[in-house]
């Protein structure tokens, strides 16, 4: 079983090898900002960019309606391709992800095998035409099975970054797990953005060399400076302002959230609730809101801009995340969302599942608490909101954690290294 090994910056990018210079890499990735200011998760985008600056990069993502199907964003090639006829009916990808439309959908379960033929085609069409020589595949299923077969006719080396859900939503699929040990075998490397993932990775493939990069946080965007008291004017909060974000799905478990709020009114009941997201899960929320008889109380203001997330982040007085284990095994890769708190300042309360545990430290850097349990969600609340101290201690920490080791700079460096050091042992 090869180790699993968390990144240590040893050579810094000046120092990196000449070949980088050389580099001319395929990012491949089905989530990515469609236009500017899109709600879509920008995390990918965000570290091409520093990516970018120091090699040739282009980004292969799916099309969707309304997007270019070439354009340079901040510095990034970002080429798009169309998997369904007409463009305005393609629904697979964005607002919500493949996997929860597939569940949801019977047309993005007709658009799969379209999606999937032309994926294919796109890489082999982009890498013959772009000269690439090397191929970063963010998620492991389904690009990565595709650059593995890429790779036997062409030998073009790649890195597979495995962000989570590629790996635990379908441990328990024989032939997606057959797809994902081909494409683990032959990649030289794969990263993942925590332990926990990097362990699901090894249940897949025990003999796959595995690096834990972190996903970053925009410092420059998220930092407590953000905060807008306007936001508590427009949604009448007198009271505590508690805060949620994240698509609306079953492993982000909102409704125990939700659940937890007359608990927490009980005792604080000017406090608010604002959820801010999008996904299948939306009207099952409101349903419970209106049962619970909370309309007043948790407020869905929709989805919000990056910079408008920022100010929501720096405004609120507590984040939580009360994500779970679905029956499948989806749970949070890494949650990247509990970083953006922390850099606005915010102190964290998370469910201690998946990779959360790396970022959120009981008691340093945030409170955690057991999945599923709307009580130990209102008890710890409670306790930040009585105790200011506590409150501060963990907003500080966390404020440290998120800008000394998590800037996309840093990040960055990271993953040039890894490109450095695949290139070096491939020649």
Not at 17 to 42: G, H
């Amino acid at each position: 079983m090869e180790p699993l090994t968390e990144t240590k910056n040893s050579v810094g990018v000046s120092e990196s090898s000449q070949t980088l210079k050389e580099l001319r890499v395929l990012v491949l990735a089905t989530t990515f900002p469609r236009w500017a200011n899109d709600t879509e998760p920008r995390f990918i985008f965000d570290l091409t960019k520093p990516l970018a600056e120091k090699v040739s990069l282009w980004v292969l993502a799916p099309h969707a309606p309304g997007a270019k199907i070439r354009e340079d964003m901040e510095g990034v090639k970002v080429l798009r391709f169309p998997y369904f006829f007409p463009k305005r009916l393609q629904t697979l990808c964005y607002e919500g992800g493949i996997l929860p439309k597939l569940k949801t959908s019977w047309l993005a379960r007709l658009q799969l095998p379209f999606f999937l033929a032309a994926q294919s085609f796109h890489i082999w069409m982009t890498v013959r035409k772009y000269k690439i020589n090397f191929i970063h595949c963010h998620w492991i299923i389904p690009q990565g099975f595709f650059v593995a077969l890429l790779n036997a006719f062409t030998g073009i080396p790649y890195l597979l970054t495995a962000h989570g859900g590629d790996v635990y939503s379908f441990r328990k699929n024989l032939l997606i797990r057959l797809c994902s040990g081909f494409a683990l075998k032959r990649a030289r490397k794969c990263t993942v953005n925590s332990k926990p993932t990097g362990q699901a990775v090894h249940s897949i493939r025990a003999s796959t060399s595995i690096q834990v990069i972190p996903m970053g946080v925009d410092t420059r965007l998220f930092h407590p400076q953000k905060a807008n008291l306007k936001i508590k004017e427009n949604l009448n909060i007198q009271g505590a302002f508690l805060l949620a974000v994240g698509r609306f799905a079953e492993k982000k478990g909102f409704k125990y959230l939700i659940q937890a709020m007359p608990r927490i009114l009980a005792k604080k009941p000017a406090t608010k609730l604002v959820l801010i997201g999008f996904g299948p899960e939306e009207k099952a929320l409101q349903r419970l809101i209106a049962e619970l008889n909370l309309q007043n109380s948790v407020l869905l203001p929709g989805s919000k801009t990056g910079e408008e997330l920022s100010q929501y982040f720096a405004t609120a007085d507590i984040f939580i995340g009360p994500s779970v284990v679905t029956a499948s095994g989806d749970t949070e890769g890494q949650g990247v969302v509990f970083l953006e708190a922390m850099a606005s300042g915010t102190a964290v309360i998370a469910s201690d599942v998946g990779g959360v545990r790396d970022i959120v430290r009981d008691m340093e850097t945030g409170l955690l608490i057991p999945s599923k349990n709307p009580a130990a969600i209102a008890e710890k609340t409670l306790l930040l909101l009585e105790n200011q101290e506590l409150r501060n201690k963990l907003s500080l920490n966390g404020l440290r954690l998120a800008k000394g080791e998590y800037s996309w700079k840093k990040t960055a460096e990271r993953f040039l290294e890894t490109y450095d050091q695949i290139i070096r042992t491939t020649s």
